[in-house]
């Protein structure tokens, strides 16, 4: 593809790599889900198909050397991070088995922390990295990403303060999936009251999530920090894989279908650049393929521990 900037700044060629990124998160969740329904994982399986843009616009605007600490929907975050999904789902499918398996994917080569259950804990364990990256002065910056209902914890505006007075090099991203413009700009003035801008975006669109996420990152970078940025998305599935309905939003999923899939959003401009839907299908293609022969091989994993 040539470097074309027809989506809102994106490159062609950045754009069919995050929509790369986008189909191997969704794949890998969805066999995550399937996994779930056949008891070979064991619940609660916190999905987050849908917010593709959301996961991939965060990752795609951190640089190298950056770390991640993911909340409780941490498959997304994790597939994006480039951790290898064997290995994951070898791991919760241990779990299932009565190992040590961990639910709470982290890969410490990619600079991804896991998963923290916690509502409000992945910003309390961010500020730990973004205090270290200040100490090194390495220029790195920690991102947690967090969910609505977390943003509002006193974990999470106590890692806001801390960070500013700090001069912590840490940005919090939430997930925000209410829709709700008030709402939205509620959680973004959760640190207000100490001198750090929050800032709303949104986040089913991957270019504008990337541009608000880099330039918090930005500021952060050069001692502005720290940075709050509320993403709005959606998702397909509810609260948990056990608890399909609880914090539902009414009409989310149809909100997706509409039209609003990040997925398919993405899809559409790249067609109207001019890129073959051929080459589209072989990407999510290529994606299907990446995470089946991951399922065989964790599934190979799992069984050689003998345990019935």
Known sequence: MSADHGLDGLSRERAGAALALMLKARRFEEAVGQLYAMGAIPGPAMLAIGQEAATVGLRLAMAA?????????????????????ADALAGLMSEARGRAGNGRIAAPAQRFWGGDPREGGPAARALGLALANRFRGDGAVAFAALG???????????????????????VLVVEDHRADEGFAAALAGVGASFGVEGRTADGLDVATTIAAVARARAACAIGRGPALVVLGTARYRGHSMEAPTRHRRRGEDRRLRGGEDPIERLRQRLLALGVEEEELEEVDEAARGAVADAVAKAELTAGAEGVP
Do not use: I, M, N, Y
């Open 65 to 85: 050397g950056d770390q991640l600490v993911a909340g409780q929907r941490c498959f997304a975050h994790a597939a994006a991070a480039g951790v290898d999904l």
């Open 148 to 170: 609505d209902l977390a943003a509002e914890r006193g974990e999470t505006s106590d890692a806001l303060r801390l960070a500013r007075e700090w001069k912590a090099p840490l």
